[in-house]
């Protein structure tokens, strides 16, 4: 196994973990929380790989503190901690999914967990020199994805950067009304406002919070098709993943629908990840 499989790999899940949205049957679930029922660990859209490169990308050495905006299950928070930072601090709006980082993260020192928004984050101003954030400015509309991004730039040291992997539309010129079209079917598939922007677009957001672009990545957006699953979570877990899909009727229905939806506009997604300094 590779060095970076290595680090992101997650420890065996305990019976006693409670996912967000478990009281929710798997009809209604959001579909980043029905994977990880079936025992999916990465969620990203641009898959291991673009949060490797991301993370590769940052300064992070053992005087570096790091704010982490809604980490999920603490998969990139390992990869994050395994290279010694003076702090992590992450920012989590779910007590159950702040509930799972803390307990995976356990080994690690100094981290904290904060119950907050990720626009207002509660922190000091100056406070950081990396925020991160994946998979999460997709899902709020225009107003609310630059408030995060002032609430990261406001919490950033002069020089700081901030890091988001989130999902992109593309070709750059790709028609209002058909970043709409997309945009609905995605968000009646996983059951989650998605609104992905452009490349050039997700970089206008982060200038107009006041953030100067360093680095941009993109990989395509192949979160649910059998070579990726397998790249990304290992045989083992794929079988696992497999085999819980098909035990469940209605999560296969919902499972199929993702697949079947990501397929339609694969020409017009991929997954990116931007570098941008305060």
């Known amino acids: 196994m590779s060095q970076s499989k290595a680090q992101l790999e ?39 790989e673009l949060t490797q490169q991301m993370v590769d990308d940052l300064k992070i050495d053992d005087k570096t503190d790091i704010v982490e905006l809604a980490p999920g299950l603490g998969l990139t928070a390992r990869l994050l901690l395994e290279r010694k930072p003076r702090s992590y601090n992450a920012v989590e709006r779910d007590s159950d999914a702040a509930a799972i980082v803390k307990r995976r993260l356990a080994q690690f020192s100094p981290i904290n967990i904060h119950i907050s928004n990720a626009e207002e984050t509660g922190l000091n101003d100056a406070c950081t020199d990396i925020v991160l954030a994946e998979a999460m400015l ?7 994805k630059i408030r995060i991004a002032k609430e990261a730039y406001r919490i950033l040291r002069r020089g700081g950067q901030y890091a988001i992997h989130e999902l992109a539309i593309c070709p750059e010129d790709a028609a209002a009304d058909i970043q709409a079209i997309i945009s609905k079917s995605l968000s009646e598939a ?42 990304d979570e290992g045989l083992l877990r794929t079988i696992r993943f497999s085999l819980n899909v098909v035990k469940s009727p209605e999560a296969r229905r919902r499972v199929l629908m993702m697949r079947r939806t990501f397929r339609r506009y694969q020409s017009n997604l991929e997954g990116i990840a931007i570098i941008a300094r305060k």
């Not at 989650?192 to 970089?203: D, E, F, K, S």
């Not at 107009?208 to 070579?227: C, S």
Request: contains cysteine.
């Open 138 to 144: 997709t899902m709020n509309n225009q107003e609310h």
């Open 190 to 231: 996983i059951h989650v406002g998605a609104r992905p922007l452009t490349r050039n677009q997700w970089c206008t957001c982060l200038e107009e919070a006041g953030f100067v672009i360093e680095k941009v990545h993109t990989a395509p957006m192949a979160l649910l098709e059998p070579k990726r699953i397998l790249a």
């Open 10 to 48: 997650e420890q065996p899940r305990q019976p006693a973990e409670r996912l967000p949205g478990a009281d929710l049957n798997e009809a209604k679930m959001p579909g980043h929380w029905l994977l990880a029922r079936m025992g999916k660990r990465v969620l990203r859209p641009g898959g291991r």
